[in-house]
């Protein structure tokens, strides 16, 4: 990304990924008032024709969606993954942006919902995935300023490790209880202990680095200027 091209690109990113949001949260809209007239409380009553397939297809093809977005948008590994990073951030917490809007839902970001479909239910309150595409938003934001720079992001062993774990904490603590879910049965408390950890473990991947890398800038920087 150039300089003159950067904001603009992130900006007509942003859009695209609010639009889908309101797409993505019409479909919700017509599926609660099909599936749960009631209202969306757990246990929930779970959709066992074929309309699930239908659901996990649609999933796919969202994901498909925001890969071919980023994919157009960046040069090359880095450009794309950090335009992923920011659609897929800003495209999840404007889904329930919309949601709030059109169902009033929901009441707190405390509220459970399904978070994924694949490859097995993903169940947790709202904070939970808004908290990681908040993390999303600003390391997409980020990597791609180091792009606009023509500065590489290549993060060691550890951090590596690091975002590895974390993002299997979040991950367990989303499907650690999808019996429930499948069983039409009422979820345990969910493991805020493992959201904040996992969070944590990815923030401080990225931000080690992060700063790694703009120290070796500045020294750059500095070296030639002597």
């Known amino acids: 990304m150039r300089q003159y ?10 859009l695209f990924s609010i639009a889908m ?35 996990v297809f649609r999933e796919v093809a969202t994901i498909i969606m925001l890969l ?9 590994f880095q450009e794309r993954f950090a335009c992923l990073m920011l659609t897929f951030g800003v495209w999840d917490i404007f889904y329930y942006v919309w949601l709030k809007i059109l169902l009033d839902w929901p009441a707190s970001v405390f509220d459970w919902d399904i978070l994924f479909l694949i490859p ?18 600003i390391s997409g934001i980020l990597l791609a300023r180091l792009s606009d720079k023509e500065t590489a992001f290549r993060p060691k062993l550890l951090p590596l490790l690091l975002a590895l774990a974390g993002t299997v904490l979040v991950l ?19 493991r805020y202990d493992l959201l904040i950890i996992g969070d944590i473990l990815l923030l401080t991947a990225f931000l080690v680095s992060y700063m ?15």
């Open 5 to 14: 091209g950067l904001i603009p690109k992130l900006l007509w990113l942003t």
């Open 21 to 55: 949001a309101y797409v993505e949260s019409a479909v919700v809209v017509y599926l609660r008032a099909i599936y749960y007239p009631e209202g969306f409380i757990f246990p929930l009553k779970l959709i066992t024709d074929y309309k699930i397939t239908v659901e």
């Open 68 to 76: 071919t977005v980023a994919h157009l948008a960046g040069r090359n």
């Open 120 to 137: 097995l239910p993903w169940i947790g309150p709202v904070i939970a995935p808004v908290s990681i595409s908040v993390l999303m938003i």
């Open 172 to 190: 367990y603590s989303f499907m650690c209880d999808t019996g429930a879910m499948l069983h039409g049965q009422m979820p345990k408390p969910y």
């Open 212 to 226: 790694k890398i703009l120290k070796i800038s500045g020294q750059k920087v500095r070296g030639g200027e002597i």
